[in-house]
Structures are given as structure tokens and as C-alpha cells.
């Protein structure tokens, strides 16, 4: 199966915000990755706003449409943003305030699942795909499902940042029996966080996942190699 590619240009922002310039502008960013061979953009928009803006997520579902995969948390503002910009997929993540990068999964407590449900219910009604950003881990394949996602994007920060070789292969293992899990429940499943040149390919071999989301790692490839060949050497692995 050939695996499909989302390539997250959240830092072609990042560097815009460090200026507050007009450029680099993520909607040519997108042009340029769909061009060069990948299947979906996918911006975080982020409750402070540190790089991807209401805007360009505006921006990219007009010139983009069916290709943008919206990453956001289950706050009110986010959801009112998605539902308005109408995204291809939005992918329910978790958010603290303060963090790097996202940490891990939904962490399913009564509350969250109920937030979960009511934002999953709205935006299926307006024809929007949902995915919830999920770790590896049996029980929250399960209610994933039972939230009606459509998709779960399995974490696979840990994995990524396995300190031998050992721990990888058992986060690997752990990533293969929820992506297993997930397609037997009837559920699209992609794979996200970390993955980078060299450890994409363990993770594309499990051959359950339809899509890899990988950001960090392009963008920064793309500083010395150029934006087109950043992704077509991503495409070429997958
Ligand atoms: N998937 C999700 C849900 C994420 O939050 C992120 C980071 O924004 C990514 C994928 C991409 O991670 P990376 O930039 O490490 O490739």
C-alpha cells in the first residue's frame, strides 16, 4: 500500500512570527509541497497563535480545498474556526499551555470525551473528516471509535525519541496492535510526531497506516536542500 504524505508547514510560520514579516508565506510553502508530490497540508493552529494564524488556515481551505488537514485542540475558538474555514480533516489534539511541541494523545478523562463528542458531532455535520490525535494504546483506540472519529492518528513522538533500540522496537510493537485495532474498528489510521528521514521507514512497514503527518523534519531538510526536494525525498521513502 502506498502511504500518503501530510506535510505540517506550521514552521514555515514560525519563522514568518520570529519577524512578523509578510513571507515566508505558508500558502506558497503548500503550493510548492503539493506540487512536489504531497497529498495534504497540515497546519496547527494553535490558541496562542505562535505560528499559524486564523488567517492562513482561512487562506489555506479557500486555495486548498479537500487538502488541508487542520490540527487544533476542542476549545470553543478552534472549533468555531474549523467550522467556519471548513477544513478536508481536522485533527482533535491535545493543547497545554507553554509546551514545545505537543506532548503526546488525548487523554480520555469523562470531560474531554464529552468536549470530544460534541466538537466531532458538529463537524461531521458540515462534511469535515475527523481524526483524533490518540498514543498507541489499546483502550484509546476504543474510544476513539466509540467518539465516532473517522480517523486516529496514532503518536509517535515516543517512538521517535526511544533511547536504544530495544524501546523502539517495543514502541513499535505497541504502535502496530493499536493500528491493527483501529482498522479492524473501521478506522482510517495515520501515523504522526518525531518521524523523520531515518525512522519513517519502521513505522511505514508496519503497513497499516494510509498516512504519514511529518513537519519538523521536511522543514528543516528544506533549509539546505530546498523545499521540492525535502518532500520528494520524503515521497521516495514512503
Ligand atoms: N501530528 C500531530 C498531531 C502534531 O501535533 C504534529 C506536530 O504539530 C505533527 C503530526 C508533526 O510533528 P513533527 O513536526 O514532529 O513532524
Given at each position: 500500500m502506498k502511504i500518503r504524505l501530510g506535510v505540517n508547514i506550521d514552521h514555515v510560520a514560525t519563522l514568518r512570527q520570529a519577524r512578523?514579516?509578510?513571507?515566508?508565506d505558508p500558502i506558497d510553502a503548500a503550493a510548492i509541497c503539493l506540487s512536489a508530490g504531497a497529498d495534504y497540508i497540515v497546519a496547527h493552529w494553535r490558541k496562542?497563535?505562535?505560528?499559524?494564524q486564523a488567517k492562513d488556515i482561512a487562506d489555506l481551505c479557500k486555495y486548498f480545498p479537500k487538502k488541508i488537514h487542520l490540527e487544533c485542540s476542542y476549545t470553543p475558538e478552534a472549533e468555531k474556526l474549523a467550522l467556519k474555514c471548513k477544513p478536508h480533516c481536522v485533527c482533535i489534539v491535545p493543547e497545554q499551555p507553554?509546551?514545545?511541541?505537543?506532548?503526546?494523545?488525548?487523554?480520555?478523562t469523562p470531560e474531554v470525551q464529552q468536549k470530544v463528542r460534541l466538537m466531532v458531532d458538529k463537524l461531521h455535520k458540515k462534511g469535515i473528516l475527523v481524526s483524533l490525535f490518540i498514543s498507541p494504546i489499546a483502550d484509546d483506540v476504543r474510544i476513539a471509535a466509540r467518539l465516532g472519529a473517522d480517523i486516529v492518528e496514532l503518536c509517535t513522538r515516543d517512538y521517535s525519541e526511544a533511547t536504544s533500540a530495544k524501546k523502539a522496537q517495543k514502541l513499535l510493537q505497541d504502535l502496530t496492535l493499536s493500528a491493527l485495532l483501529a482498522k479492524e474498528l473501521g478506522l482510517d489510521v495515520h501515523a504522526g510526531h518525531g518521524l523523520d528521514y531515518l525512522n519513517v521507514l519502521a513505522v511505514a512497514d508496519?503497513?497499516?497506516?494510509?498516512v504519514m503527518n511529518i513537519g519538523f523534519a521536511i522543514i528543516t531538510r528544506a533549509l539546505f536542500a530546498g523545499l521540492p526536494q525535502a518532500v520528494e525525498e520524503m515521497k521516495d521513502i514512503l
Open positions: 512578523r514579516a509578510p513571507y515566508p496562542d497563535q505562535r505560528h499559524i507553554g509546551e514545545v511541541t505537543t506532548l503526546g494523545g488525548l487523554k480520555f508496519i503497513g497499516a497506516f494510509s
